[in-house]
């Protein structure tokens, strides 16, 4: 059973919508992460938390913005969507040194 | 300029035989790395690592080799079998930082 979850899995949306994608892990994890990834791309950092009240950009550019008002929620926000928006959004956490641990991201469609 | 790099976006291999996708990577900081299964439409999983002091690490069907002098690891599946077919990505993390940065993804198809 997954520990963290993403919510929607797929999600098709007009250009100019403001959309929200969710990420709540229970595991209690400090770090939480979002990537971005184009198909045969690499994963691409675009947001992190080290904990409450603590987000940073990651090294890609991104539009989005995120909030971590709470140990176990994550989310990120398009305040207003674009085509160029188009891609699979992945959540991770990690605790310490240790590796990430992944949802089953999002798919975005702009249309 | 990309710090992880997987040259092969590719690889087919017969079921049985041993699949081997390679990973370079140029930043010397770099003490972490890891291996991640994806299928389509799903997250990366974690399926194994190695830390900078070691150059070997082994774990059922799947070994990863680190070779620091030449900044090159592999990940080594024997047997490979149908079921492995996936997108594996390499990424590494350098001191203290959590942070992964992730190569561009080799896709395995094992064949039956």
């Known amino acids: 059973e997954a520990d963290i979850y993403q919510t929607p899995r797929y999600l098709v949306i007009g250009t100019g919508k403001k959309i929200t994608l969710e990420c709540s892990q229970t595991?209690?994890?400090?770090?939480m992460y979002w990537y971005q990834q184009d198909p045969g791309m690499e994963l691409h950092l675009i947001h992190y938390?080290?904990?409450?009240?603590?987000?940073e950009k990651g090294d890609l550019s991104s539009e989005s913005t995120v909030s971590r008002i709470r140990t176990e929620h994550f989310p990120l926000t398009l305040e207003s969507a674009r085509p160029s928006h188009t891609s699979q959004y992945l959540c991770?956490?990690?605790?310490?040194?240790?590796?990430?641990?992944f949802g089953s991201g999002t798919r975005l469609t702009v249309v | 300029d990309q710090q992880v790099k997987q040259n092969s976006p590719s690889l087919s291999v017969q079921e049985g035989r041993i699949s081997i996708l390679n990973c370079d990577y140029t930043?010397?900081?770099?003490?972490?790395f890891l291996w991640y299964k994806k299928y389509p439409a799903e997250g990366p999983t974690f399926l194994i690592s190695?830390?900078?002091?070691?150059d070997k690490n082994e774990d059922g069907r799947f070994t990863v080799f680190l070779n620091k002098s030449a900044k090159h690891l592999s990940l080594h599946i024997v047997p490979s079998q149908p079921g492995d077919s996936a997108v594996y990505f390499c990424?590494?993390?350098?001191?203290?930082?959590?942070?992964?940065?992730f190569g561009k993804g080799t896709l395995l198809t094992v064949n039956p």
């Open positions: 190695i830390s900078s002091i070691k």
């Open positions: 990424a590494a993390r350098g001191g203290s930082n959590y942070k992964l940065t």
């Open positions: 930043n010397s900081m770099f003490d972490y």
């Open positions: 595991m209690g994890h400090d770090k």
């Open positions: 991770a956490s990690s605790e310490a040194l240790l590796g990430y641990t």
């Open positions: 938390s080290y904990g409450v009240n603590s987000t």
